[in-house]
T-cell receptor, first 112, second 115 residues
Framework: NAGVMQNPRHLVRRRGQEARLRCSPM?????VYWYRQLPEEGLKFMVY????????ESGMPKERFSAEFPKEGPSILRIQQVVRGDSAAYFC??????????FGPGTRLTVL | GNSVTQMEGPVTLSEEAFLTINCTYT??????LFWYVQYPGEGLQLLLK?????DKGSNKGFEATYRKETTSFHLEKGSVQVSDSAVYFC??????????????FGTGTSLTVIP
């Protein structure tokens, strides 16, 4: 059983561009969580999704950020009009029933 | 509310030294407790967990005991190795299935073990 997959592993964007981060959960996992890790800081919860539903987005910035987890395909975290402060590592985790979480390797976003 | 507070780092130890990383929590219900480890450039990996009071989680020589009376889940290892150098995160799951079992993470403690 492959682990949680995230791509790309590294993403470079210029200010104002869009960033799309993908997360494929482990097989059989229907719960997906996104976290952001700023340099030298801990993990901050962003959003929790189940298939086709956003369950909790209390950690998402109100503007420019959105997430989806369609019936088919990976979960997508989209950041529009990126700014330098968006530079961070973004981690996805999946869970079979919303208990233990399994993390992906992360996408490291750099905004120039 | 729910939160996790863990010992600030960085921590530097010599090989074979004893390790303790303190973690305390606040929770409104009956949480599960976890330690995750993050090696440089990688994602978080589950190190150990405990799901109820007095449970002891253990893995790779690391141990942590779920202490409800002191609301603590301190991580210990009797003899660290250079390969244990990483960032360690304490985490809590609120086990509230109606809100998706939200996880709360500490800020992480960086450990460096020198030969």
């Amino acid at each position: 059983n492959a682990g949680v997959m995230q791509n790309p592993r590294h993403l470079v964007r210029r200010r104002g561009q869009e960033a799309r981060l993908r997360c494929s959960p482990m097989k059989g996992h229907s719960h997906v969580y996104w976290y952001r890790q700023l340099p030298e800081e801990g993990l901050k919860f962003m959003v929790y999704l189940q298939k086709e539903n956003i369950i909790d987005e209390s950690g998402m910035p109100k503007e420019r950020f959105s997430a989806e987890f369609p019936k088919e395909g990976p979960s997508i975290l989209r950041i529009q009009q990126v700014v330098r402060g968006d530079s961070a590592a973004y981690f996805c985790a999946s869970s079979p029933q919303g208990n233990e979480q399994f993390f992906g390797p992360g996408t490291r976003l750099t905004v120039l | 509310g729910n939160s996790v507070t863990q010992m600030e780092g960085p921590v530097t130890l010599s090989e074979e030294a004893f390790l303790t990383i303190n973690c305390t929590y606040t929770a409104t219900g009956y949480p599960s407790l976890f330690w995750y480890v993050q090696y440089p450039g990688e994602g978080l990996q589950l190190l150990l967990k405990a799901t109820k009071a007095d449970d002891k989680g253990s893995n790779k020589g690391f141990e942590a005991t779920y202490r409800k009376e002191t609301t603590s889940f301190h991580l210990e290892k009797g003899s660290v190795q250079v390969s244990d150098s990483a960032v360690y995160f304490c985490a809590l799951s609120d086990n509230q299935s109606n809100t998706g079992n939200q996880f709360y993470f500490g800020t992480g403690t960086s450990l460096t073990v020198i030969p």
